[in-house]
């Protein structure tokens, strides 16, 4: 039986948590099967938990115990004790109970994706040098998983996703080499499956963008080769140059993103639930985005209140 571990897909892109940090959160996460808010631990049996091993190197340990006095300092989890040597704690994770993440009233939404135990481990016991690097990379393969959609759609495949690598190196800070490389590995490991296109988006203005790959877990591979194909289809300038639609559909595209985005305003005024699931909600975002961007100057007076999308983790407010 594969066991699953559930994390907030805004732990996976949180920048103030250094991978130490998330690597421990992952590892007390597991523990929250049982039925129990305190959990005496220690630093090995972490180690464990999330390399599958039961001896490991001194480094996965040290960098566990630094992991969990990060979270307490962040008042992420609670250290109620602690022997001298700092590697075996009673610890309160209230906070990281799943049921406390989504208030009764769904006003205080959060989402969530699940990684497989099995996934960590292999991820860890990837390279010998894992210490330093595949921390880092369990901790990317968690955003990764957090960029695929949750629900099937009307223009969304449940469980792929469509993220540009700019995108993915502006969300995790770092350089657009490591991303590649770090999907690179994922894709060695066969963990994810990507589907690359070899064409591309021209717009009415004339500028000219590759298709984003198409990526998901290795498993719905099968999936994520429709997905890509549909994606080019629709969207690819070489397999759609002989109609005269790029034009046309940019802005029918906007002008209907424009009106859903009106319907939302509306009914936040009047004290009324989003009528859109969270994907939909994405693309309107990242729509009015690109609005706002192409009339920020000449136009101002019709830029778009984007704070209304506040409440979820792709909403950016710099």
């Known amino acids: 039986m594969i066991k699953t571990v559930f994390i907030q897909d805004k732990w996976a892109i949180n920048k103030t948590l250094t991978t130490n940090e998330y690597l421990s959160y992952l590892g007390l996460s597991m523990l929250l099967r049982k039925n129990l808010i305190e959990h005496y631990v220690n630093s090995h049996y972490l180690a464990y938990l999330l390399s599958g ?55 205080n939404k959060k989402f969530y994706s699940t990684i497989d135990e099995i996934d960590i481990h292999k991820i860890l016991n990837y390279n010998k040098n894992y210490y330093t690097k595949s921390i880092s990379l ?21 469980g792929v996703g469509f993220t540009s690598i700019g995108e993915m190196s502006d969300n995790i800070c770092h350089s657009t080499k490591t991303v590649s490389q770090y999907l690179k590995q994922l894709e060695e490991m066969k963990l994810i499956f990507i589907y690359r296109s070899k064409d591309m988006i021209k717009y009415s203005s004339g500028e000219i963008n590759m298709i984003t790959h198409t990526y998901g877990k290795y498993t719905d591979k099968e999936v994520i080769i429709k997905a890509g194909r549909e994606h080019d289809a629709n969207y690819g300038h070489n397999t759609k140059k002989e109609m005269k639609r790029i034009k046309k559909d940019v802005g029918d595209k906007t002008r209907g993103y424009s009106q859903m985005y009106s319907t939302i305003r509306k009914r936040l005024d009047k004290g009324e639930n989003i009528p859109y699931d969270y994907d939909l909600c994405k693309d309107i975002y990242f729509a009015m985005v690109e609005f706002n961007k192409r009339y920020e100057k000449e136009k101002p007076d019709r830029l778009k209140k984007l704070s209304i999308f506040s409440e979820y983790d792709f909403y950016n407010d710099d």
């Open 53 to 107: 091993l039961y001896h490991v190197d001194s480094k996965l340990t040290n960098a566990i115990c630094n992991g969990v006095d990060g979270l307490a300092e962040k008042n992420l989890i609670t250290i109620v004790h602690k022997n001298n040597k700092n590697d075996e704690w009673i610890i309160n994770l209230a906070q990281l109970k799943k049921e406390n993440w989504i208030s009764k009233d769904n006003s």
């Open 138 to 158: 369990v901790k990317f393969y968690s955003y990764l998983l957090s960029t695929l959609s949750k629900t099937n759609g009307t223009n969304w495949t449940k």
